[in-house]
């Protein structure tokens, strides 16, 4: 009879152990998979190292509140030229942003394609949480700078990546006349990488590899990444999933249909397809609903991809 008992006991003792090793194997793969634990290929910048790099020409934007900005070489960038001269960049886009976070305390932004940190700033003065993506290294070290001068190294959290499709290695490709812009096209093998020069590169991610890095549950989406916009969607289900995203910012300006391959054109009506049926309206910035989405060829640069939690699931 003991001997019967403790074989029974010893018996319970395994099954109960194996089952809570399969049950913490389970429990880590779910970590992995859905919890957003950073990913490999994420460059986090160091903010509140200390500023070290050159001098830079900063400036204060015309924004309530007043946000100081540093520029990129003013005859080489037209985004730092209108800076200078008005004060301002996108002020109709900047201000609707505003008026949102005025309205929510809670809501953080996510800036894709940060650039010298417009949205970034002004959102991080207004004491919300910002996770600023920023593939050109020209344009990080401006930001790091400016959120040193600012006192706001807690507000702001900066990935020197790009967004895209696949993962790997891009090329940055910034245009002379406006070298605060760079577009980081698709991966390139090794063989095509100079590793003499590490800023002409950067690592492509997926959107839904930065959600470890918010520091929020929800926020805007602001996109703007030189007519690569559509190419942000293609791996966002975890970060919709996880993040109440209620408005996507998006510069439609650089997704010229008349120079785009037609997969590139599927791509964007994809992507339109994809938010439509996560009960985004796309509307331009007064507010206005846009046309039908096979029409989006005919939308204005900005659009403003508005949730309207009613259509969620419906085309």
Known sequence: MNIKMFVTRRSYRVRLYYFLVVLGLFGALYFLLFSGYPCSGCELYRLKRKVTHGQYDCTLMDFNPETLICLQPLKRDRLSQHIHNDGVWEPHMVRRMQGWLRGDPSLGLIDVGANIGVYTLVAAHMGHQVLAIEPNMEN????????????????????????????????????????????????????????????????????????????????????????????????????????????????????????????????????????????????????????????????????????????????
């Open 140 to 315: 990080v070290l401006r930001m790091h700078r400016t959120v040193s001068l600012g006192g706001l190294e807690d507000k702001i959290t900066l990935l020197r990546n790009a967004i895209g499709e696949e993962r790997g290695v891009g090329r940055l490709i910034v245009p002379h006349s406006s070298i605060a812009y760079a577009a980081v096209g698709h991966p390139i093998t090794s063989a095509q990488t100079d590793t003499s020069d590490k800023w002409k590169f950067a690592n492509i991610i997926f959107m839904d590899d930065v959600l470890g890095y918010c520091k929020f549950k929800r926020a805007i989406l602001k996109i703007d990444i030189a007519g690569y916009d559509h190419h942000v969607m293609t791996h966002a289900d975890l970060l919709f999933r996880k993040i109440d995203i209620p408005y996507i910012m998006m510069e439609f300006g650089n997704i010229k249909p008349d120079y785009m391959k037609h997969d590139e054109k599927q791509k964007v009506g994809h992507m339109i397809a994809y938010l439509h049926h996560r009960g985004y309206v796309p509307k331009d910035v007064n507010g206005v609903a846009l046309n039908h989405p096979a029409h989006w060829d005919k939308w204005p640069d900005h659009v403003i991809f508005e949730l309207d939690r009613r259509r969620v699931g419906a085309w």
